[in-house]
Every structure is written in C-alpha cells, then in structure tokens.
C-alpha cells in the first residue's frame, strides 16, 4: 500500500427485530433488519459497493477501488450475519466480510456475550448487584475501585453510562474473577451456555454456504479481549488461534477486527507474522494510511445520529 486507501467501512453486530429467530427471545437488541435494508439502499446511492478481494488487492497490489468505495464488516460470527445479514446481501448481490471469533462446537459464550445476556435479563442494577454479592471482599474492592477509575468515562447517572461502567470494570479489571461466576449466574437465570452458544454462534455448515454465495471472513481473535488489556504472549495466541480457525473456512491472507478495537503497539506485528495484511478498528475514519489502522462507521449508530458516509 503506496497511499491511502479511500474507503468507507461499515461495521454491524446485531442485525434482528424482536421475536424472530436472530433475536431468539435473548431480549439483545440490536439494528433492526428494516433499518439495514434502508441503510443499504442510502449507502448505494452514493457508494459502490465491494468485497474482501478487492480491498485486499488494493492494499498489497495497489489496484485501485471505484469511487466511494463501501464494504460491509460484521463482527463476532453470530447468527444474525447468516439469518438475516447473509440473506438480504445474496438478494442484493453484496457480499460482505464477516469477522469471526475461533468458537468450538463445547465452548460456551465469550465474556462480552455472557454480559449482554445478564443485562438483558436482570437489568444493569441487579446484575451488578448479583455479582457484588458473590465476590469476596478484596474481589469487591478491586470492582469499586474500578468503577471509581472508569466514572471518569462514565460520569453520567444515564441507562447508558451504566451499562458501559458495569461492562468495563467485567470485561477488563474483574474479568478473570467474574467470568465463571457469570457463568453460573447464565445458568442460573438463561439456560445452557453451551447450548445457546451453539446456535448464537455460525456454525460450519453456515460459513461454508456463506462463502459459497460470495462471503467472506476474518479473524476476531479467540476469547474476545481488550488487546490493550493482555499481554504481548497473550495477543499472539489470540491471533494465532484466529488464523488457526480461518485456515477452515477459506484460504488467507485474512483481514482482522481487533475486538472492542482496543489497540495494541505490537499488533500489526503479530498479525503479519499469523498471515493477516490487515486489520479494521472502530474509530470513524474514511481515509487510512495503515492497512492495519482501517477505521469504520457504525452502522448502528449512523442510523440513530443520522450521519453522513462520507
């Protein structure tokens, strides 16, 4: 890549309307299939639309992209991509790059994905106050500390702010503390974690008619940490494992989506060295000078603000 790459990179998760099969009675919101439909029909009045190769041609071989270049991005591998997000693009002709994380027929939900669950089943209030209950004195001391440290980022008494304080003291500072105890509260108050994250998740057998169709994939790491949380060791292997995972669905070099975004200086590094040549962020940006810094839109949120594409 010999100069920046122009390109408009829409990232999506959850794309489902209440009650159908993507949804699953979870109660996770998400985009709703209306609301992407309609945002495909503005992004093509403006943009051309291309795929995985295309961009991957432009940043090894410098081929150039058409004009307002958009690709679709969807991350984590869940079952909306197939259900709804696959079908409406192979109506469209689209395809679209699917981010997905090494997830194995016995392993249960990631982290993040157990905490959506519990927030959309006990609320944001009682689900912190479920956990403090079952953590020992020092474990609830490095939660509050947490809380006081991310309050910083989160001031406000909003639904939202709360939601993102309560997420980031799990998914970063108690992580390892918490995730078997939410385990056990998924179990206690959802289901089988294993069962539901055998359907949450694509499966093999949907991957393969996606790729048959035009789709293609990523890797989203293994566990779905914050990169800037573990160690150098530790980012190797999550990368590794996704490039293990990806050898399974379709021929390299692959993209990567860093998970929650968060950054890492070694990271371009462990990524070349597993076979990846690029990698997607989610800071907004439509111009990019490092094929391992590539930002996205939020296709969520352009929805809800009404903002540009370009």
């Known amino acids: 890549m010999n100069q920046p790459l122009d390109l408009t990179a829409m990232m999506y998760h959850y794309v489902r309307d209440l009650g159908d099969e993507a949804e699953a009675g979870s109660r996770i919101s998400g985009m709703t299939v209306h609301a992407f439909e309609a945002q495909l029909d503005e992004i093509s009045k403006e943009h051309t639309f291309v795929d995985w190769p295309a961009v991957r041609s432009a940043l090894e071989e410098d081929k150039p992209l058409p004009s307002s270049a958009c690709l679709l991005t969807f991350d984590d591998g869940v079952r909306d991509h197939y259900i709804n997000a696959f079908m409406i693009l192979r109506e469209r002709n689209l395809s679209g790059l699917f981010f997905v994380l090494d997830h194995r027929v016995n392993d249960g939900l990631v ?122 060791e530790q980012r190797d292997d999550e990368i590794r494992c996704s490039a293990d995972y990806l050898r399974q669905i379709e021929r390299g070099p692959w993209a990567f989506a860093y998970p929650y975004g968060s950054l890492s200086d070694d990271s371009p590094y462990l990524l070349r060295k597993h076979g990846f040549v690029a990698a997607f962020t989610t800071q907004a940006q439509l111009r990019h000078s490092d094929p391992y810094y590539i930002g996205r839109l939020d296709g969520e949120e352009v929805a809800q603000n009404g903002q540009a594409y370009a």
């Open 111 to 232: 982290l993040g994905h157990k905490i959506h669950y519990l927030l959309a089943g006990l609320g944001v209030d009682e689900l912190r106050v479920t956990i403090l209950e079952r953590l020992d004195s020092a474990q609830r001391e490095r939660f509050m500390s947490a809380e006081k440290k991310y309050q910083l980022k989160y001031p406000g008494g909003s639904l939202d702010d709360r939601i993102n304080l309560l997420k980031a003291v799990l998914q970063r500072d108690s992580s390892i503390e918490v995730d078997p105890l939410l385990s056990d509260l998924f179990e206690m108050h959802i289901g089988s974690e294993i069962e539901i994250a055998r359907s949450y998740y694509l499966n093999p057998e949907q991957m393969k008619e996606m790729t048959s169709a035009g789709m293609h994939f990523g890797g989203h790491s293994h566990s779905h940490p914050w990169f800037d949380w573990i160690d150098t």
